[in-house]
């Protein structure tokens, strides 16, 4: 059965477990390496991994292009806008045709119903690299930036600050799987999906929802938010001042624990969803976070090769 990683709720907390310490692995094996040297034993040789397009991107573009280069194979890199698929063709079609050139597809796209038909019609393992609905690459990145600082998981708690947003959907699916809690602080217009929620918590995770974002954050491990706007959204203004308070700042972050960890997927807005001082202070890991895209993604198209688990 073609392997497809879509969703995280779609594993088991074991899975995404042996991924995450195959990426930790990895990574310290390669420590001191030239970026472009390929891996001990060559993995993914000979392998294609297609990369296709529907929403600008700079890590996910550049991780998954090294993430197959360090594996031993190539990549080729393609936008709705050159693609059959901007003009009209289906998804589908593109899915049976690409299946024939290469060894795996990712898609970053807008609507989770493409992704979805990709992976239904594709030969192919398919990697979610985002969708509105969902962000799973970005939140093993995360585990494994938390991981190589505070060696657990489970039974830490991640405070959200913002809006209940795609990759909040990921973090909690991730926290139900692997047992740490989530406090999300938010308007209530924009809570998470309930039924993303709903789902976590019939899995025996610990979903919060606090409309004070000083609630959310006490004594949490890990403070994560993201950019309030996203591509493409409208009605910007109203949703900012909705979001006001729950901006991280210096006072925000010493509601948390002492040795708390700072999250962002980036871009950032400095002074908008977080202050400078936060994002580019001593608990602030966003560069460590960015450079796991790279890490995570390995063991991720190895998994789907079924080199792991």
Not at 76 to 99: F, I, K, N
Not at 107 to 131: C, F, M, Q, S, W
Not at 173 to 185: D, H, I, N, P, Y
Request: proline share 4%; charged share 25%; glycine share 8%.
């Amino acid at each position: 059965m073609t392997r497809h990683f879509l969703d995280l709720a779609d594993l088991d907390g074991n899975t995404l477990a042996a991924i995450l310490d195959d990426a930790l692995v990895a990574k310290q094996a390669r420590a001191g390496q030239p970026r472009g040297a390929v891996d001990e034993g060559a993995p993914l040789a000979d392998h294609v991994l297609a990369m296709v397009f529907e929403k600008n991107s700079t890590r996910t573009r550049t991780s998954f292009d090294m993430a197959i280069r360090q594996l031993g194979g190539t990549s080729m890199v393609m936008d709705s806008g050159s693609m059959q698929l901007g003009r009209g063709e289906t998804v589908a079609d593109t899915a049976r045709v690409l299946s024939r050139y290469v060894d795996a597809i990712m898609l970053r796209t807008d609507d989770h119903a493409k992704i979805v038909e990709l992976a239904e019609y594709a030969d192919v393992p398919v990697v979610n690299g985002l969708t509105d609905r969902s962000h799973p690459c970005q939140i093993m990145a995360d585990m494994l930036t938390v991981l190589e600082h505070r060696s657990r998981l489970a039974g830490t708690k991640w405070a959200w600050l913002g809006d209940g947003n795609n990759v909040l959907t990921s973090i909690i699916e991730a926290g139900s799987l692997l047992k740490f809690s989530v406090a999300v602080g938010c308007p209530e217009a924009l809570e998470p999906p309930a039924d993303i929620v709903d789902a976590a918590r019939d899995r025996g995770g610990e979903v919060s929802i606090h409309r004070s974002a000083e609630e959310a954050v006490a004594d949490a491990d890990v403070v994560v938010t993201d950019t309030w706007i996203s591509m493409g959204q409208e009605g910007g203004e109203a949703k900012l001042a909705a979001l006001e308070p729950y901006r991280v700042t210096p006072n925000l972050m010493g509601r948390a624990k002492p040795d708390a960890l700072f999250l962002h997927c980036l871009p950032a807005h400095r002074g908008e969803e977080v202050s400078a001082e936060v994002i580019d202070g001593p608990q602030s890991v966003i560069w460590d976070e960015a450079e796991n895209r790279l890490h995570a993604q390995k063991a991720i198209l190895r998994w789907c090769f079924g080199q792991i688990g």
